[in-house]
Each structure stands twice: as structure tokens, then as C-alpha cells.
């Protein structure tokens, strides 16, 4: 009986669910995200720019903006921010199913927790050089203008703005902060992977291919605890990758040479909490954006498992 057990253990954890359910799931998550969560990144971004002290806060910026801008500019930059979450989380989910196939154990099927870790750590630096690299220098270029009249602005929407940087900095200044992007993403997506995969287990004992659909509840409880975890460590990071990524690269006046260079002349001139900038506004928005995208990717997933994997009974 016990060998049978075993057997039946085996064959289910053998059976998993593609790569392509796990793409699409992120993407529908990540529409849903981008669209609840945007005014919150416009914000964050502000703040991080914000050398002067204009802004006194979260509140401040956002009314500031309002005030000045009206209230469409907290979704400015939507539509490159929307098109690279779904394209984001379509290759984020897909290519981490890939990189835990490839490291799973060849006799068990199981997953070691250094497996999991890797793999999330390839994801999102496939994911940093691929999309969000570029998306999100077109994004902040986007987020950064202030005004009300579109024939003052430099960039008149995310397609000018993407041939404009082309044009006047050349193809690579698309990938402008791609270091400190490449080290925010593999570090977050190791983090984030791990941590969801622990807490479903721990709090719902949920295993993935068991059958078992989460309640939508507990995918958000799962996911906005997962993403509590990269902002903190990523802060100096993600802050760098913005500021490397505002500065045109046409003239000769580069403020910051490079990913170790900003971090420095950062913390010379403005001190070591300046590396954190915006952190406040990134918990505002990782930890809930996950909990959306989970709540949608793990229905999905669930539906899939449900109708097509084997009951573990």
C-alpha cells in the first residue's frame, strides 16, 4: 500500500502545469495590476526624481500632481506600463515554469529550495534585459515631464519617446539602467517565487499540481506577503535604475556614469536614506500589485489543475 502511495505521489508530481498556462495567467494579471496600481507608480517615480524637495510626500505629490497636471497625469505612462506588466509577468511566470523543469530532480521530480531560488533569479533577469529594461525607460521618460500643454512636452506619447531616445542616444539608450535593473529583478523574482511558494503551503497547504484552487482571498494573502520582501532589499537598486534611466545620454553632461557611480555619488550627496527613495510608495505598490496578480494568475492555474491534472485522491 505504501509503495502504491509512492507511486501515485510520483506520477502527480511529475505532472505539472505548462509553462504557457503559467504566461498567460501572468499576463491576465498583470492588465488587471497595471490599471488598479498606476497612479501610486507615477508617484513613486516623482519622488525619486525629486532632488529639490518638492514634494513633501506621498499625499503631497499626488495632490501636487492633481493640482498642476490634472488628475489624468497620475495614469501617465499607462500604456507602455499596462503593454510591459502583461508582457512582463507573461515571460516572468513562463520562464520560471521552464528554469524549475530544468532544475528539478530527474528520479523525484521534486524541486530543491536552491532550485526555486535560481530559477526566479533567471526570470527576472531574463525579464530585466528583455522588457522591462526598455519599457520602463520609455515609462519614466513619460512619468518625469511636468505640464499641462502636450506641445511643450519633449515626448508626445510612448512611441515618439521610444524613437526619440533612439534617434538622439542611439539603440542602447533604451537599455539605460540595465545593471541595477538586472540585479532589482533576479533578486525580487528569487524572493518573490520562494516566498509565495512558502507561504501557500504553510498557511493553505496548497502544493502546486495537488488539485487544490485557492480561495481568491488567500492567493492575495500569499501574494502581498511574497511581495513585501524585494522593495526592502532592492531599495538602492530600484532607485539607481531610475535615475540612470531619466538622464538623457545625448549631451555631455552625464550626472551618473554608471550603476556603482550613482549609487556613490548619491549617497555623497544626498546620504544614505536617499538610496531608499520612493520605498514608501513601492510598498503602496509591489506588495498589493502582487496580490492582484496572483489572485488572478492562481484562478487560472487553478482551473487548469482542476480540470486537467489528476485528483491526488
Excluded at 488628475?71 to 520562464?95: C, D, E, I, N, Q
Excluded at 522593495?231 to 545620454?249: E, I, Y
Excluded at 555623497?268 to 520612493?278: I, Q
Aim: charged share 20%.
Amino acid at each position: 500500500m505504501g509503495e502504491e502511495d509512492q507511486k501515485s505521489n510520483h506520477q502527480q508530481i511529475k505532472k505539472t502545469i505548462p509553462p504557457y498556462v503559467k504566461a498567460v495567467s501572468g499576463s491576465i494579471g498583470g492588465v488587471v495590476e497595471a490599471c488598479c496600481l498606476q497612479p501610486i507608480d507615477v508617484i513613486k517615480t516623482r519622488l525619486q526624481l525629486d532632488r529639490a524637495g518638492a514634494y513633501k510626500g506621498i499625499i503631497h505629490c499626488g495632490t501636487t500632481i492633481c493640482k498642476t497636471e490634472g488628475v489624468r497625469a497620475l495614469w501617465k505612462g499607462l500604456t507602455p506600463f499596462a503593454t510591459h506588466l502583461t508582457l512582463k509577468y507573461a515571460l516572468r511566470m513562463g520562464s520560471n515554469a521552464m528554469f524549475q523543469a530544468s532544475f528539478k530532480d530527474a528520479e523525484t521530480g521534486n524541486l530543491s529550495h536552491r532550485g526555486r531560488l535560481l530559477s526566479g533569479f533567471g526570470a527576472g533577469v531574463l525579464e530585466a534585459l528583455v522588457i522591462v529594461t526598455p519599457f520602463e525607460v520609455v515609462k519614466i521618460r513619460l512619468q518625469q515631464q511636468k505640464g499641462l500643454s502636450p506641445e511643450l512636452l519633449k515626448y508626445k506619447g510612448p512611441i515618439h519617446c521610444a524613437t526619440t531616445i533612439v534617434r538622439q542616444e542611439g539603440l542602447l539608450g533604451l537599455w539605460a539602467g540595465a545593471a541595477p535593473t538586472v540585479m532589482r529583478n533576479g533578486t525580487n523574482q528569487a524572493a518573490m517565487f520562494t516566498a509565495k511558494n512558502t507561504f501557500d503551503v504553510i498557511l493553505w497547504k496548497k502544493h502546486e499540481g495537488d488539485g487544490k484552487v485557492l480561495q481568491p482571498w488567500q492567493s492575495m494573502v500569499s501574494g502581498f506577503l511574497a511581495g513585501t520582501v524585494g522593495p526592502v532589499c532592492t531599495g538602492p537598486f530600484d532607485v539607481v535604475k531610475t535615475r540612470l534611466m531619466a538622464q538623457s545620454r545625448s549631451g555631455n553632461d552625464v550626472k551618473y556614469k554608471g550603476m556603482f557611480h550613482a549609487i556613490r555619488t548619491i549617497f555623497a550627496e544626498e546620504g544614505l536614506r536617499a538610496l531608499w527613495k520612493g520605498l514608501l510608495p513601492r510598498l503602496m505598490r509591489i506588495p498589493p500589485g502582487q496580490a492582484i496578480m496572483w489572485t488572478v494568475a492562481d484562478q487560472v492555474s487553478g482551473f487548469y489543475e482542476k480540470r486537467y491534472l489528476p485528483d491526488p485522491l
